[in-house]
């Protein structure tokens, strides 16, 4: 009995970390937006540059946007699933607060309602991140992932562009 209860604990303790393996649940509530907090000073855009977007996808237009140049990152999610509400919660949050990197690009597809995306890049658990690189998929990650993974994602694409351009120094 000890046993089951501790592998019980365990397991409640793994799963919001790990994300939702389900796919059929009710649809959750809709969570309140966060308050906006006052007195927050604004600082003038130093360029016109155009700021990093979380962009909700669907089937039409996916193609597109993971054939563009450079790294894409798609997250696979599900309304009901809390991990993936957390993490479509924190992509926002770093768009909001300028701190997605300005060579970013992210996509949000809901795998209940685009099933064959899900299917064709066989989704087992929400969140799945496919992780592209023009037009060809690179890597996939599991579960919710931190601010640090999200930025390690394309910070490797900077660090990749910074190295090619950069010329070699000539033999002594």
Same mark, same amino acid.
């Given at each position: 009995?000890?046993?089951?209860? !501790?592998?019980?604990?365990?397991c409640?303790?793994?799963?919001?970390?790990?994300?939702?393996?389900? @796919? =059929?649940?009710?649809?959750?509530?809709?969570?309140?937006?966060?308050?906006?907090?006052?007195?927050?000073?604004?600082?003038?855009?130093?360029?016109?540059?155009p700021a990093?977007?979380?962009?909700? !996808?669907?089937?039409?237009?996916?193609?597109?946007? $993971?054939?563009?140049?450079?790294?894409?990152?798609?997250? $696979?999610?599900?309304?009901?699933?809390?991990?993936?509400?957390?993490?479509? @919660?924190?992509?926002?949050?770093?768009? =909001? #607060?300028?701190?997605?990197? @300005? &060579?970013?690009?992210?996509? %949000?597809? #809901?795998?209940?309602?685009?099933?064959?995306?899900a299917?064709?890049?066989?989704?087992?658990?929400?969140?799945?991140?496919? $992780?592209?690189? &023009?037009?060809? !998929?690179?890597?996939? !990650?599991l579960?919710?992932?931190?601010?640090?993974?999200? %930025?390690?994602?394309?910070?490797e694409?900077?660090?990749?562009?910074? =190295?090619?351009? =950069?010329?070699?120094?000539?033999?002594?």
């Amino acid at each position: 009995m000890k046993c089951f209860l !501790l592998t019980l604990i365990v397991c409640a303790g793994i799963f919001p970390v790990l994300g939702c393996m389900e @796919k =059929t649940k009710a649809p959750a509530p809709e969570m309140p937006a966060a308050p906006v907090s006052e007195g927050t000073e604004t600082v003038p855009a130093q360029e016109a540059v155009p700021a990093p977007e979380v962009v909700e !996808l669907d089937a039409a237009g996916f193609e597109a946007f $993971i054939q563009d140049p450079g790294r894409s990152l798609v997250v $696979i999610h599900a309304t009901w699933c809390p991990p993936c509400r957390m993490l479509e @919660k924190l992509l926002h949050e770093m768009e =909001t #607060d300028g701190r997605l990197p @300005k &060579n970013s690009r992210i996509g %949000l597809v #809901d795998g209940d309602k685009e099933q064959e995306l899900a299917e064709r890049f066989q989704i087992e658990a929400f969140p799945t991140l496919l $992780i592209f690189r &023009n037009g060809t !998929l690179e890597d996939r !990650l599991l579960g919710y992932q931190d601010e640090q993974t999200i %930025l390690g994602i394309f910070a490797e694409t900077k660090e990749t562009t910074e =190295t090619a351009k =950069t010329p070699e120094a000539p033999a002594p």
